[in-house]
């Protein structure tokens, strides 16, 4: 029984009848939940008549709180007014029954009488009750109201921020509930306490003004109006999840009223690379870069450094795509600049290309995929412009010039110094299944040199995977259907006879999985399976071990990006389908590896040429330069009979390219292409370009055991260990840079009094330098002190690095080091 109910019991041990007026009628919903035993409640409203016949004649030993929603009448006016006198009035005051409810004491009154509309809601009095705790104060109470207003945590600054983030939607409800509810002059009190905000006619609008001002000028070591814990506020504002959005609403409007933009320009634009509150110092510093790159006034390491310092900003995921493109055009521009284009033999262009060359394509590709993604390229234009002529003009069409004259120079096509893929069954494939092992194959149409590059990287990055890769010599031409035939196990292969282009191993067509299926299970007694890979992902692990437990060789095709670079309506999107391709075979090889493949390989049937820029007609070779029977042709090559060129194709026969046929081949020299009707030409292949010719083999193994640790990471010791001013500025150190098995560690920072209390504001940092520089991997953290850190003046404060704890949102601690704080001041901040 509550009090309330206690109250009522008691008045009706003494009377039949109790009238209860209610001015404003906000009781009725709270009568109703009271348990009464025996006692009759009653809504009256002009029924009286019918009541006093009740409570007179039907029921006069009965019980009754007779319930009127309006102030009481006069008794000359009140139809009831006998009834009245000759029993009571229930008169509950309305503060002493809430202190009541709430349990607080009577020394808490002023609370609920000065803040009153604020308790004429039950659903917020429950919210206010069930954060309230026993020893609470009159500031804790009033700031635990404010929160329950805001729909927010009962600390100030998380009241603030939901404040603003009101303001960010251009809303008023909460605030015009704190005014409602008597508690705005208070509120700007504290704010003055708090932050040093201070104002005849204060407003939320003016005071996310003060605090943005505030936080611009201490980030640009100027004086600022309002005090630090301002600057902290702002800070956590900023990089917290669930109120960043707004943030960034409220930094558009503020960067506006305070006119940010002019105010750039009268600083060094470097002074801003800490710097992320407003957007347009994000679009200045990428303006400088895009400058500094065109103008080569930057180098790769500076734009390197600088692009990390600025993918910690809140702004980044709206120009992720424009750094990378500024980092990948840097690093392109730069390896073009010291290139070194001579090729004096076959050996040496494919030596060339697997150990150097290929990174120029790798950084083309990262380059156009990133400049594809942006929405606004107006300013990028001038660079991406130079970045393609760079790559076209000095590096592309010099090799590709420099390496067809040693093509133009082969007697026989094969290497020395690389496997041709018309061994892979023999080299690659035989030797697992002479040794009774199951051997997995992925064969991923299009996946050049380049591409196999980074994908090895991948999966070198997965825990337990190990990933070696190498290269081998494609067929020429090198298109799909002799590429595929090649990696079949074989005694001859032939084309056919026709103007089809179709290839035939030991006189079985290749084209479809069912023909390579046919020729698999010839030479492996039927112990070889093909699928491809949508077959494979769509197994669950139990599936899939039950299917390869019957088999000792599984071929899986892929294709993704020659489905995309063949399609001239697609072919654009070539280098976002490698992304694509990349995500999908790492995801594919863990899923074989749950089905129990231990031995993977993953190849390709050939590489490609891409040039983002449209073509000009000097690009194309004339229709004329070759005459005789063409019966199959492409835009990189031509099979025919008694074929006839000029100086600017390759001719080979089909045996010196390793075939069992009388066809002829022309090949375009260099990165020509040949006149067609209806195909694509920025996206080709089937010539004898490096980046057609140069393929991976990538070789993967599982371990037992797990092989992946994150980086190590140091506080650098300093002479002295006593903090004196508003900030803590202190020097981690990577250890060692990450590699596929050295990852990545993301550390919380923050500063503690003894008791547990952070005092500073909180970063976060990304350990994730790969420089073998020790003095690159060195990280400078500045940590601003709140008002809590003047309540631990003199003590000892403890810096503390947390990690995250896998699978939940809680952190562990992993390194500390102990300070002494000893400032002379309050508050202030001493630059």
Same mark, same amino acid.
């Given at each position: ?180 509810? $008597? ?33 611009? *000028? ?100 709206n120009y992720q795509n424009a750094y990378s493109f ?65 790559y076209l003009n000095k590096y592309l069409f010099p ?44 064969? $991923? ?60 191993? %030991? ?50 095709? *892929? ?52 040039? *983002? ?96 640790? %994150? ?48 005092? $500073? ?9 790969s420089s073998e520089n020790p003095r690159d991997r ?54």
């Amino acid at each position: 029984m509550n009090k309330l109910e206690q109250l009522i019991a008691k008045k009706f041990e003494e009377h039949r009848i109790l009238f209860y007026y209610d001015e404003g009628g906000n009781s009725w919903i709270e009568l109703e939940t009271l348990t009464l035993p025996e006692i009759n409640l009653v809504y009256v409203d002009n029924n009286e008549f019918t009541i006093k016949y009740r409570i007179l004649r039907q029921e006069p030993k009965a019980k009754f709180l007779l319930y009127f929603p309006y102030s009481k009448p006069k008794l000359e006016e009140n139809w009831l007014a006998d009834q009245l006198l000759a029993n009571a009035e229930l008169i509950i005051d309305p503060v002493y029954m809430i202190l009541e409810e709430l349990g607080l004491g009577i020394e808490q009154k002023e609370i609920v009488a000065n803040h009153f509309h604020f308790f004429q809601s039950k659903s917020r009095q429950d919210a206010l009750k069930r954060i309230l705790s026993a020893g609470d104060t009159l500031s804790n109470i009033r700031w635990k109201m404010l929160a329950v207003i805001c729909n927010s945590e009962y600390l100030w600054d998380e009241v603030l921020m939901s404040l603003l983030d009101e303001l960010a939607l251009e809303k008023k409800e909460k605030y015009l509930l704190i005014t409602k509810s $008597s508690l705005d002059n208070w509120f700007w009190e504290q704010m003055k306490k708090l932050l040093g905000y201070q104002s005849l006619n204060p407003s939320l609008k003016d005071l996310c003004i003060d605090i943005f001002n505030s936080a611009y *000028h201490f980030a640009l070591g100027e004086k600022i109006a309002l005090q630090m814990e301002a600057v902290y506020l702002l800070k956590k504002y900023k990089e917290s999840n669930r109120h960043q959005e707004l943030y960034l609403t409220l930094a558009q409007r503020c960067s506006n009223w305070l006119n940010i933009e002019r105010d750039l320009y009268s600083h060094d634009w470097k002074n801003f690379l800490d710097i992320d509150y407003f957007e347009v110092i994000e679009q200045k510093i990428i303006s400088e870069l895009t400058t500094g790159i065109l103008q080569e006034i930057l180098t790769v390491d500076e734009v390197i450094k600088i692009v990390k310092k600025r993918k910690q900003s809140c702004w980044l995921k709206n120009y992720q795509n424009a750094y990378s493109f500024l980092e990948n055009s840097a690093y392109l521009l730069s390896l073009i600049k010291t290139l070194n284009p001579a090729i004096n033999s076959f050996e040496e262009g494919l030596r060339k290309y697997k150990e150097h060359f290929y990174k120029l394509d790798f950084y083309y590709r990262k380059v156009i995929f990133s400049y594809q993604k942006i929405e606004q390229i107006d300013f990028l234009q001038e660079l991406y412009t130079k970045v393609e002529d760079h790559y076209l003009n000095k590096y592309l069409f010099p090799i590709s010039v420099a390496f067809s004259e040693q093509v133009s120079k082969l007697k026989e096509y094969r290497s020395a110094l690389i496997p041709s893929q018309y061994e892979f069954w023999q080299k690659q494939i035989k030797p697992y299944l002479d040794t009774g092992k199951k051997i997995f194959v992925i064969i $991923s149409d299009a996946l050049r040199y380049e591409i196999g590059t980074e994908l090895n990287k991948y999966i070198r990055r997965e825990n337990k995977f190990q990933a070696e890769i190498f290269s081998a010599l494609s067929v020429l031409p090198s298109y799909t259907q002799l590429g595929m035939s090649a990696l079949l196990p074989h005694a001859e292969i032939h084309f056919a006879e026709d103007n089809s282009g179709t290839v035939l191993v %030991d006189g079985t067509k290749t084209q479809n999985l069912n023909n390579r299926s046919k020729i698999l299970n010839e030479k492996t007694n039927n112990r070889a399976l093909v699928m491809n890979d949508a077959n494979v992902m769509s197994m669950n692990s139990e599936e899939s071990k039950k299917l390869f437990r019957n088999y000792d060789v599984i071929y899986i095709y *892929h294709n993704k990006i020659d489905a995309m670079g063949d399609d001239p309506r697609t072919e654009t999107q070539v280098f976002s389908a490698a992304e694509t391709a990349i995500e999908e075979i790492v995801r594919l090889v863990k899923k074989l590896s749950s089905g129990n493949a231990t031995n993977i390989i993953i190849t390709t049937d050939h590489g490609f040429l891409y040039q *983002h820029k449209a073509l000009s007609d000097s690009d194309f070779l004339s229709e004329t330069e070759v005459s005789g029977k063409i019966l199959y042709k492409t835009r990189r090559f031509i099979l025919g009979e008694d074929l006839h060129t000029t100086s600017n194709m390759l001719h080979f026969s089909a045996r010196q390219l390793g075939l069992d046929s009388e066809l002829e081949i022309i090949i375009p020299r260099a990165n020509y292409r040949i006149p067609m009707q209806g195909s694509g030409s920025k996206y080709v292949h089937g010539g004898a370009s490096l980046q057609e010719i140069v393929v991976p083999i990538i070789k993967v193994n599982k371990k037992r055991e797990s092989d992946n640790e %994150d980086v190590e990471v140091d506080i650098l010791k300093q002479a002295g260990k006593i903090i004196t001013t508003g900030q803590l500025v202190v020097t981690l150190y990577q250890r060692e840079p990450i590699s596929e098995k050295k990852k990545a560690i993301l550390l919380k920072i923050g500063l503690y009094s003894s008791v547990g209390e952070l005092i $500073s504001e909180e970063k976060y940092v990304n350990f994730d330098n790969s420089s073998e520089n020790p003095r690159d991997r060195e990280i400078q953290v500045a940590l601003v002190l709140s008002a809590k850190a003047d309540k631990v003046n003199s003590q000892n404060v403890e810096l503390r690095l947390e990690k995250p704890i896998p699978g939940t949102n809680k952190y562990q601690t992993y390194l500390t080091e102990t300070y002494t704080l000893k400032r002379s001041f309050s508050l202030d901040f001493e630059l």
